[in-house]
């Protein structure tokens, strides 16, 4: 079992900056992958960043150049740092982590990121 906590959200103008954070309850290098994805309001859940347990990383097309996802194992945290935000990265943005060899998915409550125009 893995418990995942977000935290960072908040209200931002476009153009501004937001780090997201999330939280395991186990080491992260005992997950196989962990991401971000998010969820805007009539939309299906996307993933917005993903992560490896050897450190390759991958982005959407969208947020490339602008979100960074990183890890620190010493706290068991993943980030997502945010730039140059856009009105469009409004959304409800969800950690996920997959462990195991059947790739167990488990999934933080997710926090709010609004961005004003």
């Known amino acids: 079992q893995v418990q995942l906590v977000e935290s960072g959200g908040g209200l931002v103008q476009a153009g501004g900056s937001l780090r997201l954070s999330c939280a395991a309850s186990v080491s992260i290098f005992s997950i196989n992958r962990m991401g971000w994805y998010r969820q805007a309001p009539g939309k299906q859940r996307e993933l917005v960043a993903g992560?490896?347990?050897?450190?390759?990383?991958n982005y959407a097309d969208s947020v490339k150049g602008r979100f960074t996802i990183s890890r620190d194992s010493a706290n068991n945290t993943m980030y997502l740092q945010m730039t140059s935000l856009k009105p469009e990265d409004t959304a409800v943005y969800f950690c996920?982590?997959?462990?195991?060899?059947?790739?167990?998915?488990?999934w933080g409550q997710g926090t709010q990121v609004t961005v004003s125009s």
């Open positions: 996920n982590a997959a462990t195991g060899l059947l790739l167990l998915q488990y």
């Open positions: 992560i490896t347990s050897g450190g390759t990383t």
